[in-house]
Every structure is written in C-alpha cells, then in structure tokens.
C-alpha cells in the first residue's frame, strides 16, 4: 500500500523559515518524480514544486521561486521542502505526491493527509 | 506560463443528470491534462488523465474529451457521491498548473 506522511508544518511568522518532510512507503520512491502540491484554505489546488527521481530536474511555481528548495533522499525514502522568507500567502496545506501511478501512467494517484503550515505574527 | 481557466465555477445538477464541465488552456497542452475530484476534508483523486483515460478504479460515468486548449470532463449520471469541486491540471509544460476548481452541488 502507498503511503505517503507529510510532516513539519506549524505557525511561523512572516519572514520565517519551516522544512517540510513527506516520508513515502509502498512503491520504488527512487523511481518517481516527486512533488508538492498546496490548498490554501477554502481555496483550490497550486502546485508548488517537482523534482525528478534523481534530482536532476527541478522546477518551481513562480509563486515560490528563490524562496522555497525541494529536496529528495532516495535512500530514505524522502522527500523534503524548505521553505524561507514565508509570507502569509504561503498558508496552506501541503501535499505530497509522487507523478505517475504504479503503472507509471500520468497524473497525481496518490496523496498524503497533508500538513499545514501557517503564516502568521 | 499557462493559465488553467475552469467554467462554470458552480454547476447545479440533480442526482441522475448530466453533468458537463469545462477546462480551457491559455495554449496548447496537447492530451496532457487530467482531471481530480475532491471532496470537503479529503485530499484529491485522479480522474482522468491523458485527456480522456479513466484512471484504476474510476466508474465509467465520468469521461474526459479535448485536446489542445479545450477539454471537458462528463459525468453521464450524477450520483450523490459525485457531489464534489473538479479540477483540471495541465502537465505539458513547466510550471504546472490546475484550474481553479468548479463545484458540483446538488441543485
């Protein structure tokens, strides 16, 4: 079964910085591009950032660009998001999701319960 | 950077009616677009991807058609579980991006 466990959100103030952490089982994580995804709330879906299964690729919303660095271990099956320079736009919950199902078809098939960061003084 | 625009934003629909939603792209994405449902408190689910492939485990009820900037998702009969918002997503260039969702409510 895939799992995915984001952790590490909370309330930072604005100009603050959080690290993100999703810790995946059920699948070859080595295999699969990773992203984050975010929902601000009462709001709809942003994508945030992707990295690819060897972190040779990696790309950001504009939104987050020279703020926010995704990283990946492979060997412990992780997936992490640093997050600085936080403004009260960044609230949201994050979600953690590997590209592609176990079939490696497209799209996002499978999400974690999320963590919500809040930006806040 | 492509712009993922949704109409309409809420759709009132009775249970067992057609429901027709609609995705356009500020340019193309070829077929690389997919479709999520997601329900109040829940993290979304994969639809559709391709443009029209059902995803593992999607009922029939609900297909994807379009390519290039227009596509709609259909759900022949709506059933009270469907009752949900649905977002597109553009996958074919970077950045990525969704639309903004449109709401699905019982009419």
């Known amino acids: 079964e895939v799992q995915l466990v984001e952790s590490g959100g909370g309330l930072v103030k604005p100009g603050g910085s959080l690290r993100l952490s999703c810790a995946a089982s059920?699948?070859?994580?080595?295999?699969?591009?990773m992203n984050w995804v975010r929902q601000a709330p009462g709001k709809g879906l942003e994508w945030v950032s992707s990295?690819?299964?060897?972190?040779?690729?990696?790309y950001y919303a504009d939104s987050v660009k020279g703020r926010f660095t995704i990283s990946r271990d492979n060997a412990k099956n992780s997936l992490y998001l640093q997050m600085n320079s936080l403004r009260a736009e960044d609230t949201a919950v994050y979600y953690c999701?590997?590209?592609?199902?176990?079939?490696?078809?497209?799209?996002?098939?499978?999400w974690g319960q999320g963590t919500l960061v809040t930006v806040s003084s | 950077e492509i712009v993922m625009t949704q109409s309409p934003a809420t759709l009132s629909v009775s249970p067992g009616e057609r429901a027709t939603l609609s995705c356009r792209a500020s340019?193309?994405?070829?077929?690389?677009l997919a479709w999520y449902q997601q329900k109040p408190g829940q993290a979304p689910r994969l639809l559709i991807y391709?443009?029209?492939t059902r995803a593992t485990g999607i009922p029939a009820r609900f297909s994807g058609s379009g390519s290039g900037t227009e596509f709609t998702l259909t759900i022949s009969s709506l059933q009270s579980e469907d009752f949900a918002v649905y977002y597109c997503?553009?996958?074919?260039?970077?950045?990525?991006?969704f639309g903004q969702g449109t709401k699905v409510e019982i009419k």
């Open positions: 999701a590997p590209w592609g199902d176990l079939e490696l078809n497209p799209g996002f098939d499978y």
């Open positions: 059920g699948f070859t994580f080595s295999s699969y591009s």
């Open positions: 990295i690819s299964s060897s972190s040779s690729y990696i």
């Open positions: 340019q193309s994405v070829s077929s690389n």
């Open positions: 391709g443009a029209s």
């Open positions: 997503q553009q996958y074919n260039n970077w950045p990525w991006a």
